[in-house]
């Protein structure tokens, strides 16, 4: 049973920064691309940044030059390092996965930019 569990967010001020973490567990298969989406109220689930197995990462261009993502293959972690935030920025965080050839997602987290 594939578990992604994110932490990180929290309410900070415009130009600030918060990290997002995103723990995978219960992969039997090597882990694929592990991605960021987040979903404002009112709008659709949107996608914000990407990392493959090998590091090639890929970025919305409405978070390119501010948000980072990385990931540590021996923790099955990814992290988005998310700088200089903007109200726009708020909304609620998802982390994917892929496990095999199933994309898992986790619960959430909330990022808040006043």
């Known amino acids: 049973h594939v578990q992604l569990v994110e932490s990180g967010g929290g309410s900070v001020q415009a130009g600030g920064s918060l990290r997002l973490s995103c723990v995978a567990s219960?992969?039997?298969?090597?882990?694929?691309?592990m991605s960021w989406y987040r979903q404002a109220p009112g709008k659709e689930r949107e996608f914000v940044s990407t990392i493959d197995s090998r590091g090639t990462t890929r970025y919305a261009d409405s978070v390119k030059g501010r948000f980072t993502i990385s990931r540590d293959n021996a923790k099955a972690t990814v992290y988005l390092q998310m700088d200089s935030l903007k109200p726009e920025d708020t909304a609620m965080y998802y982390c994917k996965a892929v496990c095999g050839i199933t994309a898992y997602w986790g619960q959430g987290t909330q990022v808040t930019v006043s």
């Open positions: 219960g992969c039997n298969y090597r882990i694929g691309a």
